[in-house]
């Protein structure tokens, strides 16, 4: 018998999102999408390295985040880096505004994922790192690591 289709899952990561922001919060929210997008996206045809978003009139937009065209599209593709409106509470939005606006924070796409058959990003609201923060955060990474080998060495023996 046959594995039923995986409902749930990474579609792609921002893994510079991580190393140049403090990510200090978390949220989920839907993106609206065209049917072309859609199928690109689950074909894992997109970037995510570049894309932000933006509070505007009581909405989030999310910029530069490119969607490859369909392979198998015809005139009705999509564009592939045009703005994406996200899908979020009024309640959501007004909070995020004004921690935007007060304390100087960015909101940066962590990843997109599936959650029960829709595609969903999740934003981290961050406050970006200086180069002294990125060395340290490096450092204690790789003192992690070794101290993580050093206790499995000994365990070993």
Do not use: C
């Amino acid at each position: 018998m046959s594995k039923p289709p995986q409902n749930e899952g990474v579609l792609a990561t921002n893994r510079k999102a991580r190393h140049n922001y403090q990510i200090l919060d978390t949220l989920e929210a839907g993106i609206v999408l065209g049917g072309t997008e859609v199928k690109s996206i689950r074909n894992r045809e997109m970037s995510i390295e570049e894309a932000f978003a933006v509070e505007n009139k009581g909405e989030i937009f999310l910029h530069n985040l490119h969607i490859r065209a369909y392979s198998h599209g015809n005139i009705h593709n999509h564009e592939p880096q045009r703005i994406r409106k996200l899908l979020l509470h009024k309640r959501e939005i007004r909070k995020i505004g004004s921690q935007i606006a007060q304390q100087g924070l960015t909101l940066v796409p962590l990843d997109i994922h599936l959650r029960r058959g829709k595609i969903k990003v999740q934003l981290g609201l961050a406050k970006g790192k200086n180069v002294s923060d990125k060395r340290e955060t490096l450092k204690k990474k790789d003192s992690d690591r070794d101290a993580r080998r050093a206790m499995a060495e000994a365990n070993r023996r």
